[in-house]
């Protein structure tokens, strides 16, 4: 059966024609494009979809995020927005109300920002026993780059105060006690000495997860970081036929030839696929982790840290040749993405395919406008996490001064230097919502209202590119994906306004009608 789309705005996000009057699917597949009149003949008998004014432009793609992280954080306590140790006690315990918890199951809470908290200060080790007597618990940080465990939780994991920070990492320590704050390795090694949820409580979150990015109009998603403790989750997701998105898994380079064994063997309608590897250069901005040039603005002595050596870099570089795959490396700090450009360098003069196989720089948030035209020359490419400038703006501003915050996220000085970007939200660090990365990408304003970087700005459809074609064309599926073209696949969105004729302003306030993966309606608005 054929389905005709007509009626509407249709942005085809191509080049030659941005506009069309129909589209013809069939089997999920995009037929025929062109008048309806055409596509009338051509179709015979066939569904007709009248768009009624509405817009339809192709599916949008995440270029990172952590889709298991996603499905989890639907079993965590959220704690987004609260601004004191007794909000935070508060919110665990309206949680665990009426809850039946076994002995020594682990209470996780998500969302926390310091930022927020008087004097960005976090809870102690004490206000955090108390939140959960008899109950090990872990918060993550919003960042998700740092986080706080409880004295059971410590025990749990194997940390006293006698262990030692490791390479890349901190275990707060205050008078030579536990504070129960760690960051990056630190934390990250803690939480995998967690145990994992059990695999049924976790199918169905894995379902919510995905109606939670096609409330989004998103119809390809990325799993960011694939370690090998979350590779039995995703066989299980295989064995039930669990998904209906396409989701690109990058694996550390622990568990990639594990991952690459998993998905081999696997046909397209398992939605599964290999994107490449992923490293951490350093760490969050806005927690004051990320690796500068600089000093941040309150310590002269402090400009972040590394959490890999040059060596390990190169390394990770030299794998992804003799892989010949894609590789993701988080840098949010200017050091760290001077890191991954010297490191590449050096790789590219042994392997020069490397160029070919469009490496990405993660985040890029303090990414230096004279790092620039060494993207460009090295085949790199930048995803934005441009959202910050709302979230994080003002917090910028506080710890990297004017200079710095106003260009955070340059991506009008990537444009003009040709560097093609995509953008991105790091779900769960904040909802998928790619509406409102377009407001931010063309307004650049703070919570708190400042515009920051002006000259940064993008006009709607160059920031509509960043997660249609250009995101396509970072998972080299530009053949499949990313606008609406004979042959591509039938991934589209309905949007109750045309982005393209509407106030930048009011971007953030468009709501998406229906999503479309394949041909098939898998959201719609209620």
Known sequence: MKTLFYGGNIITMEEQALYTEAVLVENGVIVAVGSKTDLLSQAGECEKIDLHG????????????????VATSMLQVSLNGVKSSAEIGKRIQAFLRGKELAPGQWIVARDYDNNLMPGLCHPTL?????????????????????????????????????????????????????????????????????????????????????????????????????????LPMYRRLIQENALYLDVVLYPDLNSFSETREMIEPLNAESHLHLGGLK??????????????????????????????????????????AQENTQLLAHCNGDAASEQFLRCLEHV????????????VIIHGQLLGRDQLPRVKKLGAMVSFFVAHVYHWGDVHLRNFGADRANHISPTKSALDHDVVFTFHQDAPVIEPDMLETLWCATNRTTKNGVVLGEEERLTVLDALRAITVNAAYQYSMEDTIGSIALGKKADFVVLDRNPLEVPTETLRDIHVEKTYKNGTCVYTRL
């Open 54 to 69: 509405k817009t339809l432009l192709p599916g949008f793609i995440d270029p990172h995020s952590h889709f298991f992280q």
């Open 126 to 230: 004490a206000e955090l026993d108390g939140y959960t007597p008899g109950y090990p618990l872990v918060i993550h940080h919003k960042s998700g780059h740092m986080g706080l465990m409880n004295s059971l939780g410590l025990r749990a994991v194997g940390i006293t105060a006698d262990t030692p920070d490791p390479e890349g990492g901190k275990i707060e320590h205050c008078d030579g006690k536990l504070t129960g704050y760690m960051e990056e390795n630190a934390f990250i090694s803690a939480i995998r000495r967690m145990p994992m949820m059990k695999e049924d409580e976790l199918l169905a979150s894995f379902g919510d997860a995905q109606k939670k990015y096609t409330s989004y109009g998103i119809t390809t998603i990325q799993e960011g970081m694939v370690a090998k403790e979350m």
């Open 279 to 320: 490293i951490f250069l350093d760490g969050s901005p806005q927690g004051r982790t990320a690796w500068m040039r600089q000093p941040y603005v309150d310590d002269p002595d402090y400009c972040g840290y590394a959490t890999m050596t040059d060596e390990a870099v190169e390394c990770a570089f030299e794998r992804a």
């Open 348 to 359: 590219e003069q042994r392997h020069p395919e490397l160029k070919n196989l469009r490496p």
